[in-house]
């Protein structure tokens, strides 16, 4: 499901809006161990565009 995630986002990170979308039901459907992997390839990955974002989408999928 990691690598299923992770070309999800790539296809759809030319949109804000979509983007967050996806890392959301990404967040939620991989594993709990490959959530800090999703988040590492993510802040690599897009974190100079939505570094905020992602960061903003982990720390709520983590409280809840």
């Known amino acids: 499901m990691l690598e299923f995630s992770k070309n999800i986002l790539e296809k759809v990170s030319f949109d804000r809006q ?3 979308k ?3 039901k990404a967040a939620r459907w991989v ?3 490959e959530k800090l992997l999703l988040k ?3 802040l690599a990955t ?5 570094g905020d974002l992602i960061r903003d989408v982990f720390n709520n999928i983590s409280r809840s």
Do not use: S
């Open 18 to 20: 979509l983007f967050y």
């Open 22 to 24: 996806e890392l959301v």
């Open 31 to 33: 594993k709990p161990d």
């Open 40 to 42: 590492a390839w993510c």
């Open 46 to 50: 897009f974190g100079h565009v939505y």
